[in-house]
């Protein structure tokens, strides 16, 4: 049973819900789907992964694979960067643009062979990538394969993440993967896909696996002591980090530049792709926001939405907020104009009526020692 509908409305569940449940995971709605918000607390699950390692199910997220000898050129048409340079076993981080440039999703793409490729993407936006990405293959030397249902995710994080997976899928093949770098192998007889990715700012791999073997997976890794996660720390990690989140930091009325997001651009290849004009355009003209970290400065919990002023006059607003766990104290990320995006500008934020005083800060606001 991979992904079934819940028995109450139209949610539908992941191969691992009953582990969930069996470890009193609190289970909310989210995109579509039932899923663990956390187990033992937020907090101490954030600490678990900034600390040691700790797992999410992120079987929720759409996985398709693009097979056959135009399936590079076919992803470098509906992608911002240049899918063509992959090689096996390498995978970019990019955006699939509408027409004019704005944001349909930010997708991930793996090179597993010359001619097979695993795309990643947003759990919200799975449908909706689905059919485009069906309605544009046609014209390429390609072929769509959904694997969404057919398998589960786990992405396992942390500084001890590395060496506690080492346990269980073997220390020769988990050593073999450099940051940004995948590959497969066989476990009890599974194929099991691995990436050197994530989306807290912390080390780790991210597995895909048989939606079947998706509960031995998790329980093996349960028994080499990493902790379970739910979304409501995987929120709070990704803030620190400064990474983006699909519907609150971007969305289809925002594009790469406004966001951050110009080094997954590649413009300088010369082929076409779903939105170039409109990007190289937007470049050349500069934007009219920009999106930024900021800092509280005295005591108060930014959230999305709030307003950001300065001088009485409302200059934009929070897009993603919180608290940080790690830094005590409240982080988000917004969008003001390009003249108050520089460090160190001095700006408020609405947080209930009451002005909160704020700075703009380097990006991320936490970054981990690099990896080995």
Known sequence: MALNEAAAGTLLRTALYDEHNQLGGRMVPFAGY???VQYTGIVEEHHA???RAGMFDVSHMG???VHGRGAARFLRYISTWDMTRLAPGE?????????DGGILDDIYVFCLEPERCLVVVN???????????QDHIGKWDARFVDRHAA????????P??????EGVIGAEFVRSLKPRRCGEAEWRGQTLFASRTGYTGEDGLELVIDAGAGPDLWRALLDVGVQPAGLGARDTLRLEAALL?????MDEETNPWEVGLDWVVTLDDGADFVGRNALAGLKERGVSRELVCVKAVDRGVMRSHCDIFRDAETVGTISSGGYSPTLGISIAMGFVPPELAAEGTELKVDVRGRPLAVRVVPRPFYKRSKPA
């Open 34 to 36: 039932e899923m663990p």
């Open 49 to 51: 992964v900034r600390q």
């Open 63 to 65: 996985r398709f694979e």
């Open 91 to 99: 995978g970019h981080y990019s955006a699939a643009c509408r027409d």
């Open 123 to 133: 759990a919200s936006n799975a449908p909706k990538m689905k059919q485009w990405m």
């Open 151 to 158: 398998t589960a995710m786990i992405a396992v994080q942390g």
């Open 160 to 165: 001890e993440a590395l060496g506690r997976i």
């Open 245 to 249: 989140l699909y519907g609150n930091d």
